[in-house]
């Protein structure tokens, strides 16, 4: 294991102990006095940054109780610039909520100067993707068996009137559609309310014609051309099978 490696390791240690036992203090020491935690959600549920010691330790104190951070480790290897002795390398954690990923920068004295924490996965609800991905046919004899088109269905019907979203998003643009692809994925019950006509109105209604200046990573959809995510449905094969050969 290289010495970078194990420089990220102990720090990791040491804040692992320090906010299990709520010892802000021992917290703020692995920072150095000009600092920065940038935090997407994970333990402000907002998207954060605090600066230096006096707000990283206001901000632990107020969610501690009930985020719960635990199991931070490694994610591949450290580096180290030759220039000034820093030492990075990306992170991961739990919370009691979630699972997340993040960056961490050492100076050569041992003590974070940035530190980067983002939730990227609810526990309970985790996407559902691969081999998880929803199955368009229920296999097997079951009594009032139905189709991935069936549930859709009842789950429109059902969701505000019998069954309440846990979320509600006011807008259904393109960052509204976005992000209600993305807890629709996570098993998450949201509505989103739109005052237009059709979901994307506000852009059809204000252009002529649509096109962005991003490149296409930048600029595709959520879940529209990923194979991964697409509803799993049973091939059928007509015709003869080809002998296999080993």
Known sequence: MSLANDTVNQ????LDSALKSKDLKAATDLFTEESYWRDFVSFTWNLKTLEGRDEISNMLGATLDTV?????????DATETETDGTIEGWIRFETICTRGEGHLRINSNGQAYTLFTAAYELIGHEEEKGSTRPKGVEHGIHKNRKS???NKLDEEKALGYTKQPYVVIIGGGQGGIGLGARLRRLGVPTIIIERN???GDSWRN???????????EYRCRYYLFTFSFQVLFTAIVIGRCPSISH
């Not at 204000?206 to 296409?216: D, G, M, N, P, S």
């Open 11 to 14: 720090w990791l240690s040491k």
């Open 68 to 76: 719960q951070p635990k199991n931070w480790t490694l994610k591949g």
């Open 148 to 150: 991935w088109l069936e």
């Open 197 to 199: 006509e059709k979901p």
């Open 206 to 216: 204000r252009y002529k014609v649509c096109f962005i200046y991003f490149i296409t």
